[in-house]
Nanobody, 123 residues
């Protein structure tokens, strides 16, 4: 069973930075692939980043690539999302994600999400 708890959301001005944290209670297998999703007001939930725990290999959605960085600290069972140069379009509910059983670390294979933490970027 995987349980996720995000924190670190808040309000920032455009151009600012913010780091989100996700404390995860996951299986050894699930630790091999962790991700971040976001859902803008009125929009759908989209995957924006993922990381392979064992190797540190990462993937980012085009909308955030170059501005966001996902890292993981296995000793603390925590995955982070470092966000910089934030834009109002980044305003969304951010949630971390895991896979019950990892077969391949692809953004479309996640099946478990946390409650999320809200990030609001003002102009």
């Amino acid at each position: 069973q995987v349980r996720l708890a995000e924190s670190g959301g808040g309000s920032v001005h455009a151009g600012g930075s913010l780091t989100l944290s996700c404390v995860a209670s996951y299986t050894t297998d699930s630790r091999n692939c962790m991700g971040w999703f976001r859902q803008a007001p009125g929009g759908s939930r989209n995957g924006i980043a993922r990381i392979t725990g064992s190797t540190g290999d990462t993937w980012y959605a085009p909308a955030v690539e170059g501005r966001f960085t996902v890292t993981i600290d296995n000793s603390k069972n925590t995955v982070y999302l470092h966000m910089s140069n934030l834009d109002p379009s980044d305003t969304a509910m951010y949630s971390c994600a895991a896979q019950s059983k990892v077969k391949e670390c692809r953004i479309n294979l996640f099946d478990t999400w946390g409650k999320g933490t809200m990030v609001t970027v003002a102009s």
